[in-house]
C-alpha cells in the first residue's frame, strides 16, 4: 500500500523552461513534506519542505505548491538547468518525526540541452 | 548541515559472508535511520534508533541488525549475506527539531551479494 505516489517514473524538460514534478499521497494524517534530489550511487540531499499549514513555499528555483484537498503537492523548478538532470523524491511525515519519513519511488528529470 | 559518513561506498561479497555497514555523524544528532533502496523504487525503512541503546525495526522487514552504542556511530550488520540482499543502504540522521526537522543522508554503501 504505498502512501506517497510519484506517477511519473521520468520526465524530459528543454533547459530553460519549467520542470513540474508531481505528487499524489494518500494518509490524511501527513502534515510535513519534503523534496529530495538524488544522484546516481550518492544519498539524497534535501532541496525543500512545506508544513501542511502553508501552500506555497519557494526557495530561488524552486516552489513546491501542496493542495490538500486534493492530497498534492508539486515541485516546480525554473528556469531548468542541466545540473537539476537528478531523480526526484517526495516523501512525508505525520506526528512530529516518528519512524522517518515515507518516500515515493521518484521522478527522474532529464534536462535536455 | 549534517556531516554523515558511509563506509564502505561499494561492497561485492560472496554468499553466507557476515558484513557490517559503517554510518558515523558527527553533529551530535539523536536520530538515525537506515533505509534500503533499489533502483526505481522508494526508499523503505529498515532500521532507527532515537538515541543511544535506541534501536527500532522499520517498516520493511529486514535481516540485518542495528546497534547504537555511541550517539554518533549506527553500524548494520548482516550476518549471513545473500543475493537477495544486494542493494542499496543509506544512513541518515535528523536533529530532533519537531514538525520541520529533516533528514540528512550519507553517501550510501551499494552492496552486492554473489
Redesign the interface.
Known amino acids: 500500500d504505498q502512501q506517497v505516489k510519484q506517477n511519473s517514473p521520468s520526465l524530459s524538460v528543454q533547459e530553460g523552461r519549467i520542470s513540474i514534478l508531481n505528487c499524489d499521497y494518500t494518509n490524511s494524517m501527513f502534515d510535513y513534506f519534503l523534496w529530495y534530489k538524488k544522484y546516481p550511487a550518492e544519498g539524497p540531499t534535501f532541496l525543500i519542505s512545506i508544513s501542511s499549514i502553508k501552500d506555497k513555499n519557494e526557495d530561488g528555483r524552486f516552489t513546491v505548491f501542496l493542495n490538500k484537498s486534493a492530497k498534492h503537492l508539486s515541485l516546480h523548478i525554473v528556469p531548468s538547468q542541466p545540473g537539476d538532470s537528478a531523480v526526484y523524491f517526495c516523501a512525508a511525515r505525520s506526528g512530529g518525526g516518528a519512524d522517518g519519513l515515507t518516500f515515493g519511488k521518484g521522478t527522474h528529470l532529464i534536462i535536455q540541452p | 548541515e549534517a556531516d554523515i559518513y558511509?563506509t564502505p561506498?561499494y561492497l561485492v561479497i560472496g554468499t553466507g559472508k557476515k558484513i557490517t555497514l559503517e554510518c558515523s555523524q558527527t553533529m551530535g544528532h539523536d536520530?538515525m535511520?537506515w533505509?534500503q533502496q533499489d533502483p526505481?523504487?522508494?526508499?523503505?525503512?529498515i532500521h532507527?534508533s532515537y538515541g543511544v541503546n535506541s534501536t527500532?525495526k522499520?517498516?520493511l522487514s529486514s535481516e540485518s541488525t542495528v546497534s547504537r552504542i555511541r550517539t554518533e556511530h549506527f553500524p548494520l550488520t548482516l550476518e549471513s549475506a545473500r543475493p537477495s540482499h544486494t542493494s542499496?543502504y543509506?544512513?541518515?540522521s535528523?536533529p530532533?527539531?519537531?514538525?520541520?526537522?529533516?533528514?540528512?543522508?550519507?553517501?550510501?554503501t551499494?552492496l552486492s551479494v554473489l
Open positions: 558511509q561506498r536520530k535511520y533505509y526505481g523504487m522508494e526508499l523503505h525503512l532507527y527500532e522499520g517498516d542499496q543509506l544512513c541518515a535528523s530532533n527539531e519537531g514538525l520541520d526537522e529533516k533528514l540528512f543522508f550519507g553517501s550510501g551499494q
